[in-house]
């Protein structure tokens, strides 16, 4: 099985930056996708930013130009940057990927997700 741990969520001001981290860890052969999307009270899950395993990205466009999604294949881990942070970011945060195993000779590709950061932006 695999385990995505975020880190990096918190309390900051209107204008200010964060960095969510999110490493992977278990059974893998490779990773594919990786993502973030949040989930705000009362509101559906949103994705925020995908990236591919070679590093083609796509962002939410409420998020364009200040957010920024990069990953480490080495360590399994992807980040967010975010910038320029507004109180509608306020929001819950999940890191998610597409795995895939290796097991008796196939492979097989999962999706997993983290339990999530709270990012909180006051005004």
């Known amino acids: 099985q695999v385990q995505l741990v975020e880190s990096g969520g918190g309390l900051v001001q209107a204008g200010g930056s964060l960095r969510l981290s999110c490493a992977a860890s278990g059974s893998i052969f490779s990773i594919n996708s990786m993502w973030w999307d949040r989930q705000a009270p009362g509101e559906q899950r949103e994705l925020v930013a995908r990236i591919t395993s070679g590093g083609t990205t796509k962002y939410a466009d409420s998020v364009k130009g200040r957010f920024s999604i990069s990953r480490d294949n080495a360590k399994n881990t992807v980040y967010l940057q975010m910038n320029s942070l507004k109180p509608e970011d306020t929001a819950v945060y999940y890191c998610?990927?597409?795995?895939?195993?290796?097991?008796?000779?196939?492979?097989?590709?999962?999706?997993?997700w983290g339990q999530g950061t709270q990012v909180t932006v006051s005004s």
């Open positions: 998610n990927a597409d795995v895939t195993h290796y097991t008796g000779g196939y492979y097989h590709e999962y999706g997993y």
